[in-house]
C-alpha cells in the first residue's frame, strides 16, 4: 500500500475528548488520542511512501500504521485512482463540486476572523486593518467576476455580467464603516492591499480563465449564506464592549452583506447547475486544486491581517503606495 486520502479536514482540540473529522460526505467524531496519532502519520500520505516508509518516518510500528488506517475506513477517505477512461457524467461532475464547495465554505466559516472580534481576542489595529482588505477585496470583487465572461457564452455569460453588475460600487459600504471608526475617505481611497489580499484577486481570475462556471462555484463559497440580524446585533454589542465602537458604526458592513443576500448570490451555482459542463478530468483537476488554493488564500489574508495589524512597530495603517518619487 502507498496510502493517499480525499480531502480530509480535521479539528483537533487536545483538551477534548473527540475530534471533528470533516470530508466532502459527512461530518465524524473521532477519539482525540487516535486523530493525535493519525497527524503523525498524515504528513507522509501522499501515494508515494509505503507502510514501512511510513512507519520510518513516523516513528510508529507498522502494524499501528496499518491499524490507524483501517480504523479511517468508515470515513471512506483513501484515494483510489480513477480510471482515464472512466466516462464523467454531468450530474457525477456536478455533485462532487456541490460537495467541494460546500465543505470550503464551511471551512471559511469556522476559521473567519469575524469570530475573534466578537470574542476581542485582538486589538483594535486588526479589526481596522481587516476593514481596510475587505474595503480592497470588495472593490476589486466585480472585475474579477467580469474576468469569467472572458470565455463565456450564452446564458452563463449573462448571469456573469449580471452578479458583476450587482457587485459595483459596494466597497462604498466598507468606506462608510470605516469613516465611522475614524479613518477619512483620502487615506481609505489611498491606501494599498496586503499581498494576500491581491493574490486573491488574482487567483480568482486564473480560476476564471480556466473555467467560466467557477464564478457560480465562488460565489457559493464566499457569498453570506443569510442575514441573521440578532446574530449580527450580536456582534455589534460584542465591539461596543470590546473596542469602544458605536452601536450603529457597523450597520454600513451589514448593509451590503444583506443587499447580498438579498440577490442570493450564494445560491448561483445551485440555481443553475445546467450550466456547469465540464467532462474534461485534467479540467477538473485544475479547478478543484484553484478552488482549494483560493480557499487557503483567504486563510492566509486573515493570518496576514494579524500578522501587520496587531503591532504596527512603525508599519503605517493604512498601507501605502511605494511610488517611483519616494525612492
Known amino acids: 500500500m502507498f496510502p493517499k486520502f480525499r480531502e480530509n479536514i480535521w479539528h483537533i ?12 460526505r459527512a461530518v465524524f467524531n473521532v477519539p482525540t488520542a487516535a486523530a493525535l496519532h493519525f497527524l503523525e502519520v498524515r504528513s507522509y500520505c501522499t501515494g508515494s511512501h509505503s ?24 470515513a471512506d477517505i483513501m484515494y483510489i485512482q480513477p480510471s482515464p477512461n472512466e466516462p464523467l457524467t454531468d450530474d457525477h461532475v456536478r455533485d462532487v463540486l456541490i460537495r467541494a464547495c460546500r465543505v470550503w465554505s464551511g471551512e471559511l466559516r469556522m476559521s473567519y476572523i469575524g469570530n475573534e472580534f466578537s470574542a476581542g481576542h485582538l486589538p483594535k489595529t486588526v479589526l481596522i486593518g481587516w476593514l ?125 452583506q444583506q443587499i447580498d443576500v438579498d440577490f442570493g448570490h450564494a445560491g448561483l451555482l445551485s440555481s443553475n447547475l445546467d450550466l456547469v459542463r465540464i467532462n474534461d478530468r485534467e479540467v477538473l483537476d485544475q479547478l478543484v486544486n484553484k478552488i482549494h488554493d483560493l480557499k487557503h488564500a483567504f486563510d492566509l489574508q486573515s493570518l496576514e491581517i494579524k500578522s501587520y495589524f496587531t503591532a504596527l512597530h512603525g508599519k503605517y495603517i493604512p498601507r501605502q503606495a511605494v511610488d517611483f518619487a519616494s525612492i
Request: glycine share 6%.
Open 132 to 256: 481596510l482588505e475587505m474595503y480592497h477585496y470588495i472593490k476589486d470583487f466585480p472585475s474579477a467576476i467580469e474576468h469569467g465572461t472572458r470565455g463565456a457564452t450564452g446564458r452563463l455569460r449573462s448571469l456573469i455580467e449580471k452578479y458583476s453588475e450587482q457587485e459595483q460600487g459596494h466597497e462604498i459600504f466598507v468606506l462608510q464603516t470605516l469613516v465611522n471608526l475614524g479613518l477619512s475617505e483620502v487615506e481609505v481611497k489611498a491606501s494599498i492591499p496586503l499581498i494576500s489580499t491581491r493574490l486573491i484577486g488574482l487567483l480568482m481570475r486564473e480560476l476564471f480563465e480556466i473555467e467560466p462556471s467557477a464564478v457560480l462555484m465562488v460565489a457559493s463559497i464566499v457569498e453570506a449564506q443569510e442575514f441573521v440580524e440578532e446574530n449580527i446585533e450580536e456582534f455589534k454589542r460584542s465591539l461596543h464592549k470590546h473596542y469602544g465602537i458605536g452601536l450603529h458604526a457597523f450597520d454600513p458592513y451589514f448593509k451590503h
Open 13 to 24: 482540540d487536545p483538551e477534548k475528548e473527540t475530534a471533528m473529522l470533516m470530508t466532502s
Open 51 to 74: 507502510i514501512d516508509s511510513i512507519s520510518k518516518k513516523s516513528g510508529l510500528p507498522p502494524a499501528d500504521v496499518v491499524a490507524l488506517l483501517k480504523s479511517l475506513e468508515p
